[in-house]
T-cell receptor
């Protein structure tokens, strides 16, 4: 099992460019999450998907869109990147709700110039 | 005031010392998670607690629901324990994250 995979690992964008971060999990989990992590701050939830076909906003959704393509894949799109979106992005998944462990991908380090 | 507070923010100790990291929260929760983030960035779940105490190897996690407080203990600490330890609390689908405690164990 690969667990949770993310691509790319690193990306540099110019302001205004768009890109999609890909995430896939092979554990048959229902719930998937996108977080960003900034220096000195805790993880902040951008969007989550409780199950295939549903998505909901988290704490910091502005400037992002998501797609739950199928049960395995959950992508995060930046339509017009801004320097404030420079961060490390983590995808995670878990089965069900709070009582289950959350599994994380390796992260994508994004720099917006 | 943050809903999840961790202390200390930074901790440096000598190899072999007993380590305690604290987490206090102000919201009602279903479960509390402890995670470890390695210097390379990867995040690994250590414990998920809803009551009492759990032990895994040299790691022990406790939670007091009435006091809204949890502790993570590391016995016989080792340089490979150096990492950021993160507390997160949650109910339903979302977790609220602490800012993390950066632990450095010196040989």
């Amino acid at each position: 099992n690969a667990g949770v995979t993310q691509t790319p690992k690193f990306q540099v964008l110019k302001t205004g460019q768009s890109m999609t971060l890909q995430c896939a999990q092979d554990m048959n989990h229902n719930s998937m999450y996108w977080y960003r992590q900034d220096p000195g701050m805790g993880l902040r939830l951008i969007y989550y998907s409780a199950s295939e076909g549903t998505t909901d906003k988290g704490e910091v959704p502005n400037g992002y869109n998501v797609s739950r393509l199928n049960k395995r894949e959950f992508s995060l799109r930046l339509e017009s990147a801004a320097p404030s979106q420079t961060s490390v992005y983590f995808c995670a998944s878990r089965e069900g709700q709070t009582y289950n462990e959350q599994f994380f991908g390796p992260g994508t380090r994004l720099t917006v110039l | 005031k943050n809903e999840v507070e961790q202390s200390p923010q930074n901790l440096t100790a000598q190899e072999g010392e007993f380590i305690t990291i604290n987490c206090s929260y102000s919201v009602g929760i279903s479960a509390l998670h402890w995670l470890q983030q390695h210097p390379g960035g990867g995040i690994v779940s250590l414990f998920m607690l809803s009551s009492g105490k759990k032990k895994h190897g040299r790691l022990i996690a406790t939670i007091n629901i009435q006091e809204k407080h949890s502790s993570l203990h590391i016995t016989a600490s080792h340089p490979r324990d150096s990492a950021v330890y993160i507390c997160a609390v949650g109910s339903n689908y979302q977790l609220i994250w602490g800012a993390g405690t950066k632990l450095i164990i010196k040989p």
